[in-house]
Each structure stands twice: as structure tokens, then as C-alpha cells.
């Protein structure tokens, strides 16, 4: 698990590709600090598992799910990517509860400036604009940001300079793809209620309802 918040860029130094998988080697600094063999580090909001390290760079394996669901098959040597170790009970949750698991990959469609901000809109595939929301959360390459708005097929964030300087979207174009993790609290609403109508409450009028919200003091 882990919370958005980059901790550092890296730069990819070689991909060693399989026939059906990739083996990346990362250059970093501040997510080695404490790493062993088999810890979790997001790259580019993607939980990959260290599986070699020394000073100054981790290796990660690639496999071919993770390759046809993100956008790490496209990484080249020097490349730069987000970096983060996983979250440890009791650090503060600053940005959101971020699983490292990529509901789809969207493109930056649209880049303006608005004052010290940088607007960027984003094309999603159903499966992310599900969970999308105003003022919601969601990942774009494991970084935590505000939804600001969103359409029909698309949604808006705002960077700050300083999200912009730490993170890979301050390097990104129009065209470029990002991953994208939906927020998990929607997926386990979602869950929840599909449960719910399969096992026929809704049909007995015990489900989620205006009068059972009422009656249970929501409204």
C-alpha cells in the first residue's frame, strides 16, 4: 500500500526484456535508503517488488500482465519515473491509500497554465472514469492529486509547482500516457452494493434506499 506522495524521480538505466517480460534497472537514491530484497516500491504508481539492489540502483521484474495493463513497456534508458517505498503503519496518510494496482492507462489530452497551477486533462478509459469524481482522489503515475473536474471520458487535475518539480507530470507532453489507480474506497462501495443486489436485497427492499438512508439518520 501506499499513499501518492512521490518520494523521488528515478532514472531508468536498462531494460532487459524477456520474451513475454522485462526486467528493469533503476537508478535512485532516497527509496534505497532501508530496502531489501523483496520490498514494494511503486514506479510510475506501478508496486513492483526489488529483486536486486547495490548503491545507487534496484532491479525490478516486469511481468507480461503489468506490461500489457501500464505504460512501463514503454520506458526507455533515461527515462524518468516516480518513486515510492510502501506505505509503514503509522506514517501520516498525507496524500490517499494508493494500492499500486492500475485500473488503465489515459493520455494527457490538454496542458494550460493558470497562474502558479498547471491544468492537465486527461483521457480515461470507462473502467478509471467510474471511480472519478469532483474533489476526489486518484493516482496518475503513483502521484496523489485532486480531481478538479470531469466530463465524458476525461477529467481535469491542477499542479502545483511543487508536485510539478518533484514528479514525472512536470515532465510529461500532450500525448503522453500516464497510468491511472481509481480511489479505493469507491471500489469497495462499488463491491458492496453489486454484492448486495446479486444476493436479491435490493429486490426484498432491504438495499441502499432514501428510506433506509432516512430511517438510519444519513439524511
Known amino acids: 500500500m501506499f499513499t501518492g506522495l512521490v518520494e523521488e524521480l528515478g532514472t531508468v538505466r536498462g531494460v532487459a526484456r524477456g ?25 510510475n504508481g506501478v508496486c513492483l517488488t526489488a529483486v536486486e539492489f547495490d548503491r545507487g540502483r534496484f532491479v525490478a521484474d516486469v511481468m507480461a500482465e503489468t506490461l500489457a495493463r501500464t505504460n512501463l513497456a514503454n520506458l526507455r ?21 494508493v494500492s499500486g494496482h492500475i485500473d488503465g492507462v489515459g493520455t ?25 469524481i469532483k474533489k476526489g ?34 515532465l510529461k507532453k500532450t500525448g503522453d500516457t500516464v497510468n491511472l489507480e481509481g480511489d479505493l474506497v469507491g471500489k469497495y462501495i462499488e463491491r458492496l452494493l453489486a454484492a448486495r443486489q446479486d444476493a436479491g436485497e435490493e429486490r426484498a427492499g432491504r438495499g441502499i434506499t432514501f428510506g433506509f438512508l432516512t430511517e438510519k439518520g444519513f439524511i
Open 137 to 170: 482522489s486518484v493516482a496518475i503515475d503513483g502521484a496523489s492529486l485532486t480531481v478538479v473536474d470531469f466530463g465524458s471520458g476525461s477529467f481535469q487535475v491542477s499542479l502545483i509547482p511543487h508536485t510539478a518539480h518533484m514528479t514525472t507530470l512536470g
Open 108 to 132: 494527457i489530452t490538454r496542458q494550460e497554465k493558470n497562474d502558479i497551477a498547471t491544468l492537465i486533462t486527461i483521457t480515461a478509459p470507462p473502467g478509471v472514469m467510474k471511480y472519478i
Open 19 to 43: 520474451a513475454d517480460s522485462a526486467k528493469i534497472h533503476l537508478q535512485a537514491q532516497k527509496v534505497l535508503e532501508d530496502i531489501k530484497i523483496g520490498d514494494s516500491i511503486a514506479v
Open 77 to 97: 534508458p533515461g527515462d524518468r519515473v516516480n518513486l515510492e517505498r510502501a506505505l509503514r503503519l503509522g506514517d501520516r496518510l498525507g496524500g490517499h491509500l
